[in-house]
């Protein structure tokens, strides 16, 4: 289990073709805004998605990724995860952790659970829920982050 201000050796997804990537070593030297979500939650898509892309936008020294995590036996496609969109392309890189394993990694207590790591891939933050109170400790993280 990944806690706060410990280092994150790694973070195991799979892109859309089932190829494994680790997000440590793809975004090495730059900061990472992850949000694990699911698609089945409203926070999420309603709330914390919206959230990272305007996080995205106003933060671009940030590399922003969203994992998927996936509580089922059924597998996810590339269109169900952007069946959650309006537009055509996805706004930030969104990965897939099968079998919940990134979403354990971190002891994450429910979905969106956001984890803030430095740039020298240190877990600044952990942080779960999407509503004002975690958007506000979220906020304040993004400020410290060195």
Same mark, same amino acid.
């Given at each position: 289990m990944n806690k706060e201000n410990t280092?994150?050796?790694s973070i195991l997804v799979q892109d859309f073709n089932g190829n494994q990537i680790d997000l440590i070593k793809?975004? $090495?030297g730059k900061p990472i805004l992850?949000?694990?979500?699911?698609? $089945?939650?409203?926070?999420?898509?309603?709330r914390a998605i919206p959230l990272a892309y305007q996080l995205k936008k106003e933060n671009v020294g940030v590399q922003v990724v969203g994992i998927h995590s996936n509580f089922t036996n059924t597998k996810v496609t590339e269109n169900d995860i952007k069946s959650i969109f309006t537009i055509e392309e996805l706004p930030f890189p969104i990965f897939l952790d099968e079998g919940h394993l990134v979403y354990d990694q971190f002891d994450s207590e429910g979905t969106p659970q956001w984890l803030l790591i430095t740039k020298d891939g240190i877990l600044s933050r952990s942080i779960f829920g999407s509503q004002e109170?975690?958007?506000n400790r979220l906020f304040y993280?993004?400020?410290?982050l060195d």
């Open positions: 280092a994150v050796d793809e975004y $090495q992850v949000i694990i979500y699911n698609n $089945q939650c409203l926070g999420c898509t309603g109170g975690a958007q993280a993004l400020e410290q």
